[in-house]
């Protein structure tokens, strides 16, 4: 296990619909990212949070944002959902700070828009 | 632009045999190589990791083995078995910023 989890499990919507996805992080790690995998592709990379501030953001559009927390939690919004939204949505954390840091994943939630 | 290439896509082997698994970079600035597991309906699970200034690194039954002028490295799995069977993916990094290779999903017969 690695200490990161996420809510929900699952999720259904509907297109146009917005959705909020949630993480809790390792205690002690400052650093959240989070990563939309579509089925049998790999983890693409959204966006990063660092003591709560946006620290870089992949090639997605406006309508996905995010929060990060004191308490090492995070969230994911998205807005105006699209079918193409439906993917897993992984979280994973690490300690921050100056370098590259080992990420460990959360188990993530899979979202699915009708 | 895919920033790391991973192949194979799938690859059988059978139990007792070595897997091998090769992803290619372009982004010289990378400075850290993980490898992850995936499990069906599981998040990735970090498996071994590399950084550019050694050229291998071994844990276990898994070597990754690095090439930093080619900008290749690739994950060896030795004495394979059916349990390690699951989808495998290369990523690189830098200052925290992950990319993933495609996945490789790998099949252990008995």
């Known amino acids: 296990e690695t200490g990161v989890t996420q809510s929900p499990t699952h999720l259904i919507k509907t297109r146009g619909q917005q959705v909020t996805l949630r993480c809790s992080s390792q205690s002690g790690h400052n650093t959240v990212s989070w990563y939309q995998q579509a089925l049998g592709q790999g983890p693409q990379f959204i966006f990063q949070?660092?003591?709560?501030?946006?620290?870089g953001r992949g090639n997605f559009p406006p309508r996905f944002s995010g929060l990060q927390f004191p308490n090492y939690s995070s969230e994911l919004n998205v807005n105006a959902l699209e079918l193409d939204d439906s993917a897993l949505y992984l979280c994973a954390s690490s300690p921050g700070g100056v370098g590259t840091d080992t990420q460990y994943f959360g188990p993530g939630t899979r979202l699915t828009v009708l | 632009q895919q920033q790391v290439k991973q192949s194979p896509q799938s690859l059988i082997v059978q139990k007792g045999g070595i897997s091998i698994i090769n992803c290619a970079y372009e982004n010289t600035a990378f400075d850290y190589f993980p490898w992850y597991q995936q499990f069906p309906g599981k998040g990735p699970a970090l498996l071994i990791a590399i950084r550019p200034d050694v050229s291998e690194k071994k844990e276990g039954r898994f070597t990754i083995s690095f090439n930093k002028s080619a900008k290749q490295f690739s994950l060896h799995i030795m004495d394979s078995q059916p349990g390690d069977s699951a989808t495998y993916f290369c990523a690189a990094s830098n200052f925290n910023k992950f990319y993933f290779g495609s996945g490789t999903k790998l099949n252990v017969k008995p």
């Open positions: 949070y660092y003591r709560e501030e946006e620290n």
